[in-house]
């Protein structure tokens, strides 16, 4: 049993090394990628063709000095970018690995439950920093976040209805034959943009609105608290990056093409930033609950009408056979 514990928790360790080693090789794409949108070069200096430049800046980062606001809230302001972390690491769990790492056969509330809590970090950040840009950020997170969460529950519900189990390895078999993309189109884009939201990633960055709150409710934070929510959004958008390759476009994690597509799906996130300009707010709230709650709302009813449809046709098959 001691064995079988050591076992996973080293097996864990290695698996969050390389998701930080994925966030420091995602933020180079992305400045590279954005560099050639906008016709520029992004980071190439720092070792061959800049391969190095994430590693030089956490080290710049952690190395400087950490600042803290004399009317700040010390504990909750030093403590929320540690919950944030933790949250966005804590979450790769529920991947189904295909091995004895973990198994969590509510794999989908647990989801739901660790994205939820990520909204109270940002609240917290904004509140305990005793700024008003600050809290007008920490205000305008706890909002969209609620938001959208309602639809993004909504979208995964819809699957659970149809598919009757919260174990996200059954997404696997479900899909064997047709990926889901091909079938729910609509909730694919819903699903996707809930994902931009649940992230505050452009255009739904009003959160981090740096043009217009100067950096939002990180702005009192330097160094090391700086770098933790740094870390912690990118994590986030690399996991919605593999939950949106996992319900749509097959779970074969042994699959060479999986980890392509989390690729494609994790450069969408930054063509979209490099594409849009940021929504007004109340067009947010306006897509979040008069176009997307409608929409989620009517693909479950359909799916639960449907659902049970078969089995009643099922029902009456066996009884008359």
């Known amino acids: 049993m001691f064995i079988d514990l050591f076992g996973s928790f080293i097996s864990y360790l290695i698996l969050l090394i390389f998701v930080m080693i994925g966030v420091a090789f995602f933020t180079l794409l992305e400045r590279k990628a954005l560099g050639y949108i906008n016709l520029r070069k992004g980071p190439n200096k720092v070792g061959y063709l800049g391969l190095l430049q994430p590693f030089s800046e956490a080290i710049k980062l952690f190395s400087k000095e950490n600042l803290v606001p004399g009317v700040s809230n010390f504990i909750p302001y030093f403590c929320s970018p540690i919950f944030n972390f933790f949250l966005s690491l804590i979450i790769w769990i529920v991947i189904p690995y295909f091995s004895n790492l973990f198994s969590y056969k509510l794999g989908l509330i647990f989801f739901l439950c660790c994205a939820s809590l990520n909204v109270y970090s940002l609240m917290i950040s904004g509140w305990a920093s005793n700024s008003n840009y600050s809290m007008l950020g920490g205000l305008r997170s706890v909002a969209q976040t609620i938001s959208y969460e309602v639809s993004l529950f909504l979208i995964l519900l819809s699957f659970i209805v149809l598919g009757g189990s919260y174990y996200l390895i059954d997404f696997y078999f479900f899909q064997y034959f047709c990926w889901y993309i091909f079938m729910y189109f609509p909730l694919c884009l819903c699903l996707f943009s809930s994902f931009l939201a649940d992230v505050n990633r452009t255009p739904f960055d009003f959160a981090e609105g740096e043009s217009e709150l100067v950096s939002g409710f990180n702005v009192e934070y330097s160094s090391g608290g700086f770098i933790l929510i740094f870390l912690g959004e990118y ?34 996130f930054i063509w979209v930033r490099a594409t849009l300009p940021r929504f007004r707010y109340d067009k ?26 078969i089995i009643s046709l099922f029902l009456y098959w066996i009884k008359f056979s």
């Open 284 to 309: 947010l709230m306006y897509l979040a609950w008069s176009c997307y709650l409608p929409l989620s709302l009517n693909y479950m009813i359909f799916f639960c009408c449907f659902k049970i449809f």
């Open 235 to 268: 994590s986030m958008i690399l996991f919605m990056s593999v939950m949106s390759v996992v319900i749509f476009f097959g779970c074969d994690l042994f699959s060479f093409f999986f980890y392509v597509k989390m690729i494609v799906v994790s450069y969408v």
